[in-house]
């Protein structure tokens, strides 16, 4: 009980901030719909490289991997929130006050996922708008946002754990460039069959490369990787959620 | 004259330490640019198959962005410094002496310029060390960095003007994505005539950003395509001046009110 009070009242704190603050607000739902407009407008063309093969069309492909990109990112500006908190003063007379003390990245992280699910939905409105194909069935395009969620999660719980070591908002690009560049070093613009170079080896190593796969696949109605998508999401948030936990001790024990 | 050339010399001097003395301002706007155009080119590469890509190489296509997306981060910089100088008061201490208002701007562009031409340079060696080569030759590196220059001017009398307005660096650092749209919709990842959305295509068209990336392009790519050149310094030329009017006229503006 008590973890739930302390969980709710920290995600309607930070929400009610998000809410209220344009300048916090206006890039987390702008920046996904940049990269979509860019990269589906733009990029159009790309879709006809011989041996591209993706059904839906060129604006479902990049609609995933925006998608994914902005729940990653919706738990990266999040952590930016927690760092302000703890510059502030207010993280530590928040753990002070807490009861339990786990409820705090519990309710920063649900606070990341209702502001994810807002950034979700104004995108997949738009995606639809301009043209998206989604072949999936409910199933299937349920399972791309619980996907996506569980890249939220992930996204949160790792920079919360960075926020609590660091407790300063100068530590936003070691939150932030790490989740960069592990999703461009995935298959952004064209799947993983064409990538040449460098860039080929790393993205088969690259483990969000069969979260994106596996969600491209969902929206096409034709599954890859799905099993092991869901376990590395899982394994990723599983993972993060130590490392919070224990940045959480850390910012403790500095008082 | 001597005098506005010591107060410039001066202000730019200082505007080109305080940028190295904080890693944090001078670093990103190397690192972020080089960082994303590797990413890209070796992501995009594909695209160069198709039908009437200009080159073989995306690199020396996308080695056009970085300049153009540096001076970006010029704009930022500019504007955040000019405006830590009117918070903290700096701004008024100096409306008390001498200085000409001429002098303040053309010191905080110097330290611009400086910044622009090294990270020019970065993103020049990068692109020689990593195969690509330049088509219009060394002479054509001199142009580019004077168009280097004449953007970094631009946009940093952009970032000056929107700090004069706002007096507040959160409110520059909150302008910064939008200054970023008109890098995405450009024609940064694709020639304008092989993009295939229409509105998107129309949008690029009127973008100026459009033309001064495909004025370093043609540099890079093509060798001397009179036509780039020449549109890529005049929106250049024009961006400059306009922002330099809107700047001066914001820090009589500021002046007057301290």
Redesign the interface.
Known sequence: MRIWDVASGVAFRTLKNVATTPAILIPSIMFPLFFFTAFAGGLSQVSRVPGFDYEPGYTTFQFCFVLIQSAAFGGVFTGFGIARDFESGFARRLLLASPNRTGIVLGYALAAAVRWVFTAIVLTVVALAVGMNVFGGPLDVFGMYALALLINLAGILWASGVAMRFRTMQAGPVMQMPVFLILFVAPVYVPLPLLTGWIEGVATLNPLTYVLEAGRSMLAGDEVHVAWAFSIALGLVGGFALWSLRGLRRAEAAG | MRLVASQVGALALRSVTRTARQP?SAI?PILFPV??ML??A??????T??PGFPTDSFLAFALAVPFIQGALFSTMNAGTDLARDIQNGFLNRLALTSMRGSALLAGQLGGIVVLGLVQAVVYLVVGLAAGVDFASGPLGVLVLLAFAALVSIGFGALGCFLALRTGSG?AIQ?LF?FL??FL??S????PRD????D??RFV?TINPVSYLIECVRSLIIVGWDVQAIALGFGFAGAIGLVSLALAAGALKERLART
Do not use: K, Q, T, Y
């Open positions: 944090a990103p960082s994303l990413v890209n070796a992501g995009l590469d594909a695209s198959r198709l959160e909150g994505p970023f749209v995405f919709l024609s940064m990842n694709a092989l993009i295939g959305v509105w998107f690029a």
